[in-house]
C-alpha cells in the first residue's frame, strides 16, 4: 500500500534536503580546486561616468609574474555593483579585446572572434548587485568562467585567455 500524500511529501522533501548538502558540495569543489594557492594581490574599484560598475579582486599563486601573466594561473572576479545584461558583459568584453589586439597589432580573425563571441553570450548571465563573475586562467588552455564559485563553463585557447586577462592586465 502507498502513504498518503503527506508521508510521501514528507518522505521527498527529507530526501531533497539530504541531497542539497551533497550537491551544494560538489557544486563548489571545481571552484575551489580553480583558485585553490591563489592569493589577492589587488583590487580595483571601477566607475564608468561616476557610476560604480564592478569591484575587481586579483589573486595569483605565489611566483606571479605580471608581464607573463598569460604563464599563470590567476583568477579575476568581478563583483558587480549594478544590474548588467550578460549579453552586454559578453559584447563589452569582445569589444575590449578587439581594442587591445588591435593595439598590440594581434591578428584578429573574425570567424574566430565570432566564435568567442557565441561562447561568452552563451556562459554569461545575467548579474544582480552582489554577483561575482571570476575568470580563471588555465595557462596555455583557457578560462573557465565562474558565477558565485558555480561553474559556467571554459572558453578554450590561449589566445583567448591572453586578451580576455589583458583587458585588466596588460
Known sequence: S???LSRRLFLLSGSVCAAVPLWAQTTNAGWR???AGLQTRGTHHFRYWGLSIYHA???VAP????ARFALHRL???LTYTRSLKGLAIADRTISEMQTLAQRNGQSWEPARVASWQRQLRALIPDVQAGDRITGVNQPMQGVALFLNEVALGTVQ???FAELFFGIWLS
Do not use: I, S, Y
Not at 611566483?63 to 605580471?66: A, L, S, T, Y
Open 2 to 4: 502507498t502513504p498518503p
Open 33 to 35: 580546486e580553480a583558485v
Open 57 to 59: 579582486e586579483l589573486q
Open 63 to 66: 611566483g606571479f609574474e605580471p
Open 75 to 77: 583568477a579575476l572576479g
Open 157 to 159: 585557447g590561449a589566445d
